[in-house]
């Protein structure tokens, strides 16, 4: 991604309301009712989101074929972008991510970090911009991120997806 001096990087948690001021803890019960997670262009902004990291905490070991430590999910969690209240893209093509494994089909990078005696945890970067170009969140369109959990993950210990990229003028 080219910068000019006018750019502004930018790195924001998906929170509950959008714009960094709601909870960022995704370590939530969504079995019942989903709960979205949000990432919204603050004001007249456009954000060229160049990549996600997806960081996952769990207490026991870390297996390919669970997403919490006691087994995979039932519903998954979703990426999609939405413009003007109506779903414009699902990132993950209708396959949301139930395991740990689940998530290196759109994330070249995921490491495991086993530390033997503590938590244990996975990190994920996804960059948008190596997959052809950044996506890009418009304000006048009504431009957002979504991160849907749709199961309970309150027996994560952490849960959070930042993004990153760069703010380049107004839209």
Known sequence: M??????VPFFREADTVGNGSGSMDLTVNGSVSPVTFKLQPIGDQLLHLARAIFHIEISGN???????????????????????????LDLLGGFPIKTAADISHFCYDVTPIVVGAGNNFWAARWTFAQSGAPIILSSNRGDEMRVIINDDLTSLVDFHVNFQGVIKGTG
């Open 62 to 88: 870390l297996r390919a074929e669970f997403f919490t430590a006691t087994g995979p999910l039932t519903n998954g969690v979703q990426l999609q972008w939405w413009r003007d209240g109506s779903l414009y």
């Open 2 to 7: 080219a910068f000019s001096r006018n750019d």
